[in-house]
């Protein structure tokens, strides 16, 4: 059977503030610069979630990308949206929520979520011009 990847993109938006605790405030405002500001800033996050298989005969899908879209809404924007990621997201209580640390949550959750597809890749935008992608590894 043919092997397809199929990706669908959401959105959310949510607050946060860049820092280490372990840094001095000289050293967090050095080295996040304006995402070091107290009282945080904003952004608009598009998320494109990637899953790959091989397609059903019966349907002609990897995944009813509908499904994809409520799995994501359920795991993750639900969580995430018009939150405050630093205070109010349990999962960065000890994390910096770095565009890369969000997409590395995001793996987390959504890969056993997806199954029996396979998750092959997360790329969060934190704006128009900066997205990371992470594969799992
Ligand atoms: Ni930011």
């Known amino acids: 059977m043919p092997r397809c990847v199929v990706t669908r993109r959401v959105h959310f ?7 280490n605790p372990r840094f001095s405030d000289a050293e ?6 304006v995402c070091n500001n ?15 298989g091989e397609i059903d005969p ?3 899908y990897v995944m009813d990308v509908n ?3 409520e799995v994501v809404t359920e795991c993750l924007v639900r969580h995430l949206d018009h939150k405050n990621l630093n205070l109010d997201v349990p999962w960065f209580q000890d994390l910096n929520p770095t565009a890369e640390h969000i997409a590395v949550v995001c793996w987390r959750v959504l890969e056993p ?16 011009r900066n ?6 590894t």
Request: charged share 25%; aromatic share 10%; glycine share 8%.
């Open 13 to 19: 938006n949510a607050a946060h503030r860049l820092t």
């Open 28 to 33: 967090n405002e050095r080295v996040f610069g």
């Open 38 to 52: 107290p009282n945080f800033h904003g952004h608009n996050y598009n998320l494109d979630v990637s899953v790959e």
């Open 58 to 60: 019966a349907s002609g």
């Open 67 to 69: 499904r994809l879209k």
């Open 113 to 128: 979520a997806v199954k029996p597809a396979r998750l092959v890749r997360i790329r969060l935008w934190e704006t128009e």
């Open 131 to 136: 997205y990371v992608d992470y594969h799992g």
